[in-house]
């Protein structure tokens, strides 16, 4: 069973996650911020895995604490499901359109982190949201999940258009790599592990 729960307190944040990385794209995501619950819920809706966020925060100073913890969280709750991450296809990458903008996501679930942005936005609100807090869920994730990520912009000047397809994109990519291959069952990994 690919399924992982990770809670998380803090003195500024309070989140539990739930997955099932086998799951149908169900998805029950609370947040105080609006803007990132919506984007939340692109990922199980794209990545058809079941995922249910409950996430409190300090969000009366902004939501920066909130936003980076779930990406912490989440992280730690898909490694969990992934377990030895045997008979994954490990990679994934997508690109993807939404009216004018246009974003590439490519990872790898080595165990070994590193993430590279390439996403270039204006410091901004959407919604009540810092466009640059994309920035930090992201890196968030990739290190606490323990994956190599890559996020690129092609195109694109509408900023909600930019941030949406960049979760679909992680999404679809995330679909990619953490599905098994029938034909590969063991790691896929020639040093025989994934860290």
Request: proline share 5%; net charge negative; glycine share 10%.
């Given at each position: 069973m690919r399924r992982a729960r990770v809670a998380r307190a803090t003195s500024e944040t309070d989140i539990e996650v739930e997955i099932d990385l086998d799951?149908?794209?169900?998805?029950?995501?609370?947040?105080?911020?609006p803007f990132l619950s919506h984007m939340l819920e692109q990922l199980p809706r794209h990545g058809l895995?079941?995922?249910?966020?409950?996430?409190?925060?300090?969000?009366?100073?902004?939501?920066?604490?909130?936003?980076?913890d779930i990406g912490i969280v989440l992280g730690k709750a898909m490694q969990q499901a992934l377990g030895d991450r045997k008979g994954i296809r490990r990679y994934g990458s997508a690109t993807l359109p939404?009216?004018?903008?246009?974003?590439t996501v490519a990872l790898d679930l080595s165990g070994r982190p590193y993430f590279v942005w390439r996403v270039p936005m204006p410091?901004?609100?959407?919604g009540e949201w810092d466009s640059e807090l994309a920035e930090v869920f992201f890196e968030a994730f990739a290190r606490s999940l323990?994956?190599?990520?890559?996020?690129?912009?092609?195109?694109?000047?509408?900023?909600?258009?930019i941030v949406e397809i960049?979760?679909?994109?992680?999404?679809?990519?995330l679909r990619a790599a953490c599905?098994?291959?029938?034909?590969?069952?063991?790691?896929?990994?020639?040093?025989?592990?994934?860290?």
């Open positions: 799951g149908t794209g169900r998805a029950e995501i609370d947040t105080p911020i895995f079941d995922l249910t966020v409950a996430a409190k925060g300090d969000v009366h100073i902004d939501g920066h604490h909130t936003t980076e939404m009216d004018e903008a246009l974003v410091k901004a609100k959407i323990g994956c190599n990520l890559h996020v690129k912009l092609h195109e694109g000047a509408n900023l909600h258009h960049s979760f679909k994109a992680l999404a679809r990519s599905e098994l291959d029938p034909r590969a069952p063991g790691i896929p990994s020639t040093k025989g592990s994934l860290d």
